[in-house]
């Protein structure tokens, strides 16, 4: 990785901070079981290095930690957004 | 197609960032959990595209194993066990963003820096998370011990730990065909994980799962550091900011600094009898459903405070019954909600909302405290540290400066308790000997429907 392709990650990791801080503090505390869930269903698109992992053509150990990741990213993503879903849905006005 | 695939990632950040958005309000934040789903969907089916990709058969595997377990979790769980659901997620993810470092080293051999720094940072946060998770989750579950456990050297061990991780952090990266240092790291970072949750109370929970959800969000922006790739940063450092800010709130919830809910908190927390000492004594008045119905019937504004205990007697539906029926007799009632009350931010709302009271009538401790001189009953349901005054008149209490419910500004405080036992600070509750206090003994759900019986009939 060249020195400015890191600072370019850095940027967005850094403006990606703040963009996460001014949406969050907008959210009311009634919703913040649902946040902590639905922003941990988003914390799964690790994911993706897991399908690149285990996806590669030749069988390596790289692939059982990869299945593995894989397995685990899958619960968190389908786990978490099901069941914000499910808690969503009950919030009613009267 | 790498140009496509990166324009979807971006598309796919869009919507992690519209669907956050769209939380800010109970009425579009359905729609915004299923447009952040959206994003993920894509971003996942994008990448099966990659050219690096060329065996299906593990995926086809990983995908199906993990969409039944996450599936089944999500639709079994109970509204009470919510807390537990979270913390176990939180793990996967963590876990997850680790094993997708390491496998990362053993594909390709990198002597990049930034590459190799990240990496390690990755399996070191990835790691405390996944077994820091498992700890919440046992401790909430009941299979871990809720209450605050100390062992001898707690933080030198804590710190040494972290300083054996960073020196073998260096030497890896300076060497990175020590593989040895690499695997020393991750077993020193899931020994941490147990070290630094275990000591952490039950009644802490709230900050451990919102620093762990953080945490597994800072884990994959490693990760996407690893990969170079800019939608897992993206999503990672919103999932972290998240966290961060939950755990702001809530250590702001009980006027503490995060070191001191880490490190294990007040002396006597967790503890099941009291320390005796400055224990305010004097006389209990308690009543039964009866009378109790009668001073709800004639009150005209009525405020219910719900805690852990609550959620401990599954009395929402209860409760509920409880707002119905005063409401019908033409009485205002509204809900009053601490903001640590129970096991993590906002699990007492979640509880109401599956109970059906309508969100409307939730208000948070800033927006209601103001009005307790207007209220003729304050009924408490299982909470207790959050609504003692002593947090507000002595100095000397453990809890004093933290922000209460000021419920014994209201003309009558009925406080429905199995017992005059200590809250989780391990101390009396003054507010049980008030003058216009009365105890309302007994299991919340049994009491409350007791109650709603003698209501009805009134």
Known sequence: MEVIDLIMLIYVFVLAIFVG???????????????????????????????????????????ILGLVALIFATINVVGGYLVTDRMLKMFKKK | MQIIIYLTYLIASVLFIF????????????????????????????????????TYEYIIIGIVVGSAIGA??????????????????????????????LSEYYKEDSSDIAILVTLVLSILIGAVTFTGSFIAFGKLQGFVTG????????????????????????LFVIDPSRVDM??????????????????????????????????SGLAASMTGFVLQNNMLIIAGALV??????????????????????????????????????TAPQGDVKSVDAEEAAMIFDSAQNVVIIPGYGMAVAQAQHAVRDLANILEKKG?????????????MPGHMNVLLAEAQVPYDKLF?????????????????????????PAARNDQSSPIYGMPILNADYAKTVIINKRSLNVGYAGIQNELFFYPNTLMYFGDAKEAINKLVNELKEL
């Open chain 2, 147 to 170: 209450k605050v456990v100390k062992y001898p050297l707690q933080n030198p061990i804590n710190v040494l730990l972290l300083l054996v991780v960073i020196v073998a952090g260096v």
């Open chain 2, 364 to 388: 948070a401790l800033e927006d209601i405290n103001d009005d307790f001189n207007n209220v003729d009953v304050a009924f408490i349901v299982g909470a207790n540290d959050v609504v003692n």
């Open chain 2, 240 to 277: 972290g900011a998240s966290g961060i800010i939950l755990t702001i709130i809530m250590c702001k919830g009980m006027n503490r600094s995060l070191m001191n809910v880490v490190l294990g908190g007040w002396e006597n927390a967790g503890q099941e009898t009291s320390s005796g000492g």
């Open chain 1, 21 to 63: 801080f001014e949406l969050i503090t907008k959210v009311p505390p009634t919703l913040h079981t649902p946040l902590m869930s639905g922003s941990n269903a988003i914390s799964g698109i690790t994911i993706v290095g897991a399908l690149l992992s285990a996806g590669m053509e030749e069988f390596t150990i790289s692939t």
């Open chain 2, 19 to 54: 669907g956050i958005k769209r939380l800010g309000s109970p009425k579009t934040a359905r729609s915004g959990n299923m447009l952040s789903s959206l994003g993920m969907f894509l971003a996942i089916v994008i990448t099966l595209f990659d050219q690096h990709i060329l």
């Open chain 2, 72 to 101: 089944t979790m999500a639709l079994k769980v109970q509204m009470t066990g919510m807390p537990q659901m979270v913390g176990l997620l939180n793990g996967f993810g963590g876990g997850a963003s680790a094993l997708v470092a």
């Open chain 2, 182 to 215: 690499l695997l020393g790291i991750l077993v020193i970072s899931l020994v941490l994980g147990v070290l630094l949750v275990l000591p952490i109370g039950g009644a802490d929970m709230p900050v451990a799962i919102s620093l762990l959800n953080s945490y």
């Open chain 2, 331 to 343: 009485i205002n009632v509204r809900f009053a909600i601490h903001p640590v009350a129970g096991r």
